[in-house]
């Protein structure tokens, strides 16, 4: 199958696939691409979103497809969406407790990577990761690409309940839960932050493309920070890049 | 103002959804039954309204204004009296409105003239449970309710009977639908599916035939998942996804229920019949229903003295 590809998503969306498989440089790619339409919308197209691996074009109307989909051709033409700078963005550094009882299973994590619990706290706290996407639940992201050695199988079971704020660990990803939730994936760090904030300004704060890194601290430093943040951050920093 | 006196569990303020949000992971959402809310505006004009799963919904008007109960069948009573379903009826202040699902269908809608007022949230005024906006509505809850511009009182020509005892699903091939080899799409359009005990707003799981597994590919790259598309779970089991699924999603997903068939499958209550049949994009197209027709609202003279008796506000039947 040869990528990029469109096909239609129901009678009123198109969806343009990268690739997959999670590549990091198609995940730049749909970042890219869909930073592009938003700024300046072809015709006929009502809403774009994008995932790990494709854009969603939503039509306004369902009758446009051929003409929508003709000039999403002639986009994806245009470069390479996979390369060069990415769209403008924010870096967050997200207050975290890494390991212990906010990150019970970065001993598991930490020897299925070869490294010691200490060292895996350090690797994470220093990975580079972007937003890849947001979705399952509102502004939940995904954090990414990890190093190949964090290329962990989900769990055979699942872990009954993690707490809001949890940071959990699978497939070279993370994830950050905003509530209470059931998971396969194991649970390494905990971080004030809530993904999704109605009584924020901005509800989901993040965006794809955004980067982000674990701020590591005591865990009742991240805890305070929260506590005394006014924007509803997790006492995130934020800054624009690009 | 609409006081909640009963309500069942799945209560909630619905409208159109809250679309433009599918970046930020949150699914438009939106009425289960989407064409009980063109039926809804045909007759009451625009607006959210309430959306109740099979269980009885009491209401109290604290106003006069004007009522329609629509979709899944009920027995809806005024005081006591019968009221028709699918049909604008202008009830006075105080007026208690109870409304009692046959069990035929699933979803039963009560509309008001201005719509209910509840806050907007991301640009919608409805619940969305999963994403926890909003929520369910319980005994004594009060709601307010917009203004409306007035209109001649209406019933349907054509209500939602059409729609609630299950049938064919038409489905469009998607994304995926080629990761299923042809028997198994051959089988899926053979099969006679019914609607699973199991099912809410986030979707309803299909029995009778499962085993649906695509080729090859056992771990999918998480996609965009879109309500009405048909997922497959790990065993192969189809579920039609509701408004309030999930924007992203790992199980294959075999096609589409066409927008024109989604109410059909969200107002089929278990056990009803199920089909899927693949149809091309210009059958989907043309599938598209005009809007809801109305017709004068004349009504029968032996029905007046009861409801009269019960002070309903005055030049209210057979306005021009």
Known sequence: MGFPRIDPLGLDALLVRFSDRLEDRANRACVAFRAALEDAPPGGVAETAPSLGSVLVRLSDPAAAEAVEAALRERLAARDWGGGDPPPRRLWRLPCAIGGADGPQLGEVARAAGLDERAAADALAAAPMRVLALGFAPGMPYLGILPPEWDLPRQTGLTPEVEPGALVLAVRQMVLFGTRAPTGWRQVARTGFRPFDLDREAPVALAAGDEVRLWAMPPDEVDARAAEDARRLGGAEVEAVG | ?320
């Open chain 2, 1 to 320: 103002m609409i006081e909640i006196l009963a309500s069942g569990p799945l209560t909630t303020v619905q409208d159109r959804g809250r679309p433009g949000h599918l970046a930020r992971g949150l699914a438009a959402g939106g009425a289960a039954d989407l064409r009980a809310l063109d039926e809804a505006e045909a007759l009451v004009g625009p607006g959210a309204v309430i959306e109740s799963a099979p269980a009885p919904l009491t209401v109290r008007l604290h106003a006069g204004m004007r009522v329609a109960v629509l979709g899944a069948p009920a027995a809806v009573t005024v005081e006591g009296r019968a009221l028709a379903m699918e049909a604008a009826h202008d009830l006075p202040d105080g007026a208690e409105v109870q409304v009692r699902p046959t069990g035929r269908g699933a979803w039963t809608y009560l509309a008001v003239a201005g719509g209910i007022a509840a806050p907007e949230v991301m640009g919608g005024r409805g619940a969305h449970l999963i994403a926890g906006i909003g929520r369910a509505l319980n005994a004594g809850d009060r709601l307010e309710v917009g203004t409306a511009a007035p209109r001649p009182a209406a019933r349907l020509a054509e209500g939602a009977a059409g729609r609630l005892g299950g049938g064919e699903l038409r489905l469009l091939p998607g994304p995926q639908t080629g990761l299923f080899p042809r028997e198994a799409r051959a089988r899926l359009e053979a099969t006679p599916f019914v609607r699973d005990a199991r099912g809410n707003r986030q979707g309803i799981k299909l029995s009778g035939g499962d085993g649906f597994a695509t080729e090859g590919q056992l771990t999918l790259l998480s996609d965009f998942v879109r309500a009405g598309d048909v997922q497959m779970t790990g065993a192969g089991e189809p579920y039609v996804l509701g408004p309030e699924c999930q924007t992203t999603g790992g199980y294959p997903r075999i096609g589409t229920v066409i927008p024109a068939d989604l109410p059909r499958a969200m107002q089929a209550a278990p056990g009803a019949p199920l089909r899927l049949r693949f149809v091309t994009r210009a059958e989907a197209l043309a599938a598209t229903p005009p809007p809801p027709r109305t017709e004068p609202l004349v009504r029968d003279p032996r029905d007046m003295p009861d409801l009269l008796g019960y002070q309903l506000i005055d030049g209210v039947w057979g306005e021009p």
